[in-house]
């Protein structure tokens, strides 16, 4: 049997007697663009932060790679929903203080490069040396996307990072890190509100149930051709099965089973041992 590059087992989050979510498993493959759609209060950004090991689970385990996530590393890397970025250093600034403590023998030059590389590539070259007050929101943004690219992470995290922009910033944002992590270039876990989001960036779609007390209840494959072209997605063939589908789940399904017990689903090379969520592919979201 394989192993997943990262191995969710069987976590859960309690607060007092009453679970977040409970009896979490699933797995990400290295290369995989994977998301995680539910309400709020499901437990999203707590998930994401026992990934990036700034929490432990109340039960489980997690696996990446062999060893064991017992606290935070700079193999994981986080994009905030806010940009988290320090206010008295510059764009260049905040991306090289992250380089520094991942690469502590590096140069002032070779930080720099690298620095100025990672800004290039999210298209902030020319606002290098401004500090984040003089910046705009999507700028900022983009300074978080290129600090955590510049770090070169195993696993990139990412919750709910284009949130808080406006519409045509986040539509611009998502095509450059769909462009940039995508399509087996990064194995990358972001948690999201947005339908459509998901499904122009991710390979598989988690679908967890209203909490408290939530549960991983379906993972739909995302089975459009990429690249993807925002502008165009919609005209893909099975697009709005595929979108109609997690609506659904939304609006209905996931309340509804929010109170039934989890469906288990033992697929090939899956031990009896360890449940799982049903998979769906666009040729059985009718079934």
């Not at 764009?91 to 100025?116: C, D, M, T, Y």
């Not at 943004?141 to 195993?154: D, H, M, T, Y």
Request: proline residues 6%.
């Amino acid at each position: 049997m394989t192993h997943p590059y990262l191995s969710v087992e069987g976590i859960a989050r309690r607060y007092g007697a009453r679970a977040v979510f409970r009896n979490l498993w699933f797995g990400v493959e290295r290369g995989e663009f994977v998301c995680l759609i539910g309400h709020s209060g499901c437990g999203k950004t707590t998930i994401l932060n026992i990934l990036a090991g700034l929490e432990a689970p109340d039960d489980g385990a997690l696996v990446m790679d062999g060893h064991e996530i017992s606290g935070p590393s700079l193999d994981r890397a986080v994009i905030f929903q806010s940009h988290a970025l320090y206010p008295w250093l510059s764009a260049l600034g905040n991306v090289a203080f992250a380089l520094k403590s991942r690469h502590p023998r590096w140069s002032k030059a070779q930080i720099e490069a690298r620095a100025r590389q990672a800004l290039d590539l999210v298209g902030l070259k020319d606002a290098a040396h401004q500090k984040p007050c003089e910046l705009s929101g999507g700028m900022k943004q983009r300074v978080g996307i290129a600090r955590a690219l510049s770090l070169e992470p195993a696993l990139l995290l990412m919750d709910e990072p284009f949130s808080a922009l406006d519409a045509l910033t986040r539509g611009t944002l998502q095509d450059e890190v769909g462009g940039l992590v995508g399509g087996g270039k990064q194995t990358a876990f972001m948690i999201t509100h947005d339908v459509d989001e998901a499904i122009l960036l991710a390979d598989r779609i988690l679908l967890m149930t209203n909490g408290p007390d939530a549960y991983l209840a379906e993972i739909v494959i995302n089975t459009l051709p990429r690249p993807r072209d925002r502008a165009n997605l919609h005209r893909q063939p099975g697009y709005y099965a595929l979108r109609n589908h997690i609506v659904d789940f939304l609006v209905t399904r996931s309340r509804v089973l929010a109170g039934e017990r989890p469906v288990h689903w033992t697929g090939r090379d899956v031990p009896e041992v360890i449940p799982a969520a049903p998979t769906k592919t666009l040729e059985t979201l009718g079934t």
